[in-house]
């Protein structure tokens, strides 16, 4: 049985991704923070312990590693440790690789189609340049620059997810939040700038990515957009959650909430995906709203 180690598997994605993986077969083990009990062989330790990252690798012995693990809000307070995390963190994990000598037939790393930064027109393919307007993108944009001498050296394929959203997100995301308010039939929704559009995945539509792309050997040394191709403005996943619910809220701006660097339009090209893992999105937003909606 081939082994997978995840960093991050008590994560969002980590969840759906140890699912898939597991359903395909492969022996999965994660690093993380905490335990996240849900059955699956854990190694708890940091990105920032590379002894203990060494060590992990070294027990594991595993043919692939998924990384996941990461600062990933964009309202994180620490801008340091957004930085420490994301790009110290993996380029330690690169190195207890290389020092572990273990024969690892892929390595994907996850950055982020933030560091597009604030492209309004056309399909965004990954040869736009990183245009970062947030730390955390600035942070994901460094790591991919610092990975280029390991790069040379492993078989590393970057991917940089767009928005993607389910079942058990954190609240502190847009998408759950704004479900949960039409589920509580709220009269009120407070929201920042509605007609900034993005490009919604659903997260097992973005496992799935993870899982094509692991024993794909034309992915080595590339770098993927993980995304549906399609973009709506927020209005648009209220109108969708209206029609779902039966419900309408009064929708508040409230001018805390808007971001002055936030990105107004993120529309992901996926035709170097879809050519390479031939597989392409199984959900609509519809689908993924309704699931989220009905599963509270």
């Known amino acids: 049985m081939k ?70 809000s964009v309202q994180h307070s620490d801008k340091l440790d957004i930085y420490r995390t994301n790009v110290i963190g993996t380029l330690n994990l690169l190195e207890a690789i290389k020092k572990a000598k273990v024969g690892i037939t892929k390595i994907i790393l996850a950055s982020s189609a933030n560091i597009y930064g604030n492209k309004t027109e056309g399909m ?21 620059m610092a990975i280029k001498p390991y790069a040379m050296q492993l078989p590393i394929t970057v991917v940089r997810p767009f928005n993607y959203t389910g079942v058990s997100q954190s609240r502190n995301f847009l998408i759950p939040k704004i479900v949960s308010h039409f589920v509580e039939k709220k009269s009120v929704l407070e929201l920042g700038n509605i007609d900034v559009s993005r490009d919604f995945s659903d997260v097992r539509d973005i496992s799935q990515y993870y899982v094509g792309l692991l024993e794909n050997e034309e992915a080595i040394g590339k770098i993927f957009n993980l995304c549906s191709g399609v973009s709506h403005k927020l209005a648009d996943v209220i109108g969708y959650l209206e029609s779902i619910s039966g419900h309408r809220p009064e929708i508040k701006i409230n001018q805390d909430f808007v971001r002055k660097n936030d990105v107004k339009v993120l529309l992901g090209d996926n035709t170097i995906l879809l050519k390479t893992i031939h597989k392409k999105p199984n959900y609509t937003l519809m689908n993924t709203l309704e699931w989220m909606y009905f599963s509270k």
């Open 124 to 144: 965004i393919s990954e040869s736009h340049p990183a245009e970062p307007v947030n730390e955390y993108a600035a942070s994901k944009a460094a790591m991919e």
């Open 3 to 72: 082994k997978v180690l995840v960093t991050g598997l008590d994560s969002f994605t980590g969840y759906y991704v140890n699912e898939l993986l597991v359903s395909a077969g492969y022996d999965v083990f994660g690093y993380c923070r905490q335990n996240p009990n849900n059955d699956a062989q854990i190694i708890q330790g940091d990105l920032l312990s590379p002894d203990r990252l060494e060590a992990a690798v070294k027990q594991v012995q595993p043919n692939f590693v998924i990384h996941l693990a990461a600062v990933s």
